[in-house]
């Protein structure tokens, strides 16, 4: 699949987040169960390709408006009953959210079940329409834990995708405008990431979070 990404023009990063994703979620008992789930910062993305087919996804975007797509501010308190969802999935998006922690919280308020979601934490700049979080993981630890502490989830996972080279060539990814360029590159740099467990480097691209009520 990560030949099938790049060629199709996806980064580095989004196509090893799409991968781990995707083995993620496979492992999850959620996969297979028929829920009604929320995606927070909706668009026409790749990784609707492997969610699970009994989900019934209904989309809030702060932009958009349709039969099956929401419209509200994520920094504000969300205009939906407590519980309504099984599950709120929200895929690079709180770091374009500068109160990331008032939209955790909502998530939760209407989940009943879980919240899934990733955060870059090397990526390029995105000023479309914001970039204002970046967390590593002690910083995702603690937000965790605080939930635990407080009764909120009963149990966390953090997993990390990419590593050292692969989070150089996305900060070097505009010098490799041509696809022929970036394959070989991309190929490269996702080998020499295998080195980072040798060394015990952790240099993660991003993480994907899931917290479970």
Not at 83 to 108: H, K, M, P, Q, R
Not at 159 to 176: D, E
Request: charged share 20%; hydrophobic share 40%.
């Amino acid at each position: 699949m990560f030949f099938t990404y790049i060629i199709k023009g996806k980064s580095i990063s989004r196509a090893l987040f799409l991968i781990a994703l995707e083995k993620f979620l496979r492992k999850q008992d959620i996969f297979n169960k028929r829920l009604n789930i929320l995606e927070l910062g909706f668009e026409p993305a790749s990784h609707h390709r492997f969610l699970p087919k009994n989900w019934s996804i209904t989309s809030a975007n702060f932009h958009s408006k349709s039969d099956r797509t929401l419209s509200f501010d994520l920094e504000k308190a969300f205009p939906i009953n407590t519980n309504t969802y099984d599950g709120v999935i929200a895929f690079n998006t709180l770091y374009a959210v500068y109160c990331f922690e008032n939209c955790i919280n909502e998530s939760l308020r209407v989940a009943r079940s879980f919240v899934l979601f990733n955060v870059p934490f090397i990526t390029r700049s995105t000023p479309d329409p914001h970039d204002f979080t970046r967390l590593g993981l002690e910083r995702l630890i603690n937000i965790a834990k605080k939930y635990q502490e407080n009764g909120l989830i009963k149990e966390y996972k953090i997993i990390p995708y990419g590593g050292s080279w692969s989070a150089a060539v996305t900060v070097l990814n505009p010098y490799f405008p041509f696809t022929i360029i970036r394959v070989p590159i991309y190929y490269l740099a996702r080998l020499l990431d295998t080195l980072d467990s040798l060394r015990k480097t952790y240099a993660p691209i991003g993480h994907i979070i899931l917290l479970k009520k």
